[in-house]
């Protein structure tokens, strides 16, 4: 309703595994607060069929190729 855009992963998998993995790589990022850090605003997950959903900050870059260069421009930071 307010306009925010939010980024989703999705992954989709049936190994019992991967979909704890998903879960507990929400439950670790909700607790944490730093801004190198994103935010995960909600999971969801259908052990039925496979998925699970993790609601996420959106960023507005293509990839972190993309994020580091960005970086190297205006912070000046060597060796990255």
């Known amino acids: 309703e307010n306009g925010d855009i939010f980024a989703c992963k999705y992954t989709?998998?049936?190994?019992?595994e991967i979909l704890l993995y998903t879960k507990q790589e929400y439950?670790?990022?909700?607790k944490l607060n730093h801004p190198?850090?994103?935010?995960v605003f909600g999971f969801s997950q259908n052990t039925e069929q496979?998925?699970?959903f993790l609601l996420m900050e959106y960023l507005p870059y293509?990839?972190?190729?993309?994020?580091?260069?960005l970086w190297k421009k205006t912070?000046?930071?060597?060796?990255i």
Do not use: A, F
């Not at 989709?12 to 019992?16: L, N, T």
């Open 75 to 79: 912070c000046k930071i060597e060796g």
């Open 36 to 39: 190198n850090i994103i935010k």
């Open 12 to 16: 989709r998998s049936h190994d019992e």
């Open 50 to 52: 496979g998925k699970s």
């Open 62 to 69: 293509k990839n972190l190729r993309d994020l580091i260069k």
């Open 27 to 30: 439950e670790i990022l909700s």
